[in-house]
């Protein structure tokens, strides 16, 4: 049966391991994370500009609008800012319905203001 002895850390200046201080066993440790950090972002790094590349690569950008004009131009009765679809829908109505709320209390609170409490 060896018995190993353990290793040392580079910054320990005494030859037997037990006379070594915690602090400097903390510093090689500290070090060794360094080192794990620097390599993972690098990995990190690298990973992230090759996904980059491809991404950018299979992308095809056309210019939409020339038949977004097309479609807004058509005669067929709609309100401009109803033919985008029913997104626009949506949001119009949603739009509207903040605004007629909106109006409808602040009638109500100068309507409160205005008249005075009864004290009895």
Known sequence: VTISTPTRPPSCRYEGFSR??????LRSEAADEKKTLKMNRAL????????????TSARTAGNKVPQMQKEMQVPDGKLLYL??????????????????????????????????????
């Open 20 to 25: 070594c201080g915690r602090r400097d066993l």
């Open 83 to 120: 033919k985008g679809g029913s997104g626009d829908r949506i949001f119009y109505r949603t739009t509207m319905g903040l605004v007629i709320f909106g109006v409808g209390y602040s009638l109500i609170s100068l309507v409160v203001a205005m008249l005075p409490k009864k004290n009895e």
């Open 44 to 55: 990190v790094a690298r990973s992230l500009v090759s996904r980059a590349g491809f991404s």
